[in-house]
């Protein structure tokens, strides 16, 4: 995972008095949203972009593609 660095939040004193009752560890749920969230967003820019893409290869004949990776490939 690399270095770690700390990050913290404020809470309400009662949730966090529900929290430790309940035995709920808070950095590591904390840790695990944050990593769905950067996931989530991630996959959202990755649509995003492949969006943006797709005008680009809409253009773009299958034919053409064939023809360039072959010419690739014959100039190694």
Do not use: C
């Amino acid at each position: 995972m690399g270095r770690l660095v700390t990050v913290s939040a404020k809470i309400p004193e009662e949730l966090r008095r529900r929290m430790y009752e309940l035995g709920i560890e808070p950095s590591r749920v904390i840790r695990r949203a944050l990593e769905e969230e950067v996931r989530r967003r991630e996959w959202e820019l990755l649509k995003e972009r492949a969006e943006a893409m797709r005008h680009t290869l809409e253009k773009l004949s299958v034919e053409r593609a064939v023809e360039s990776i072959r010419r690739d490939r014959e100039g190694r």
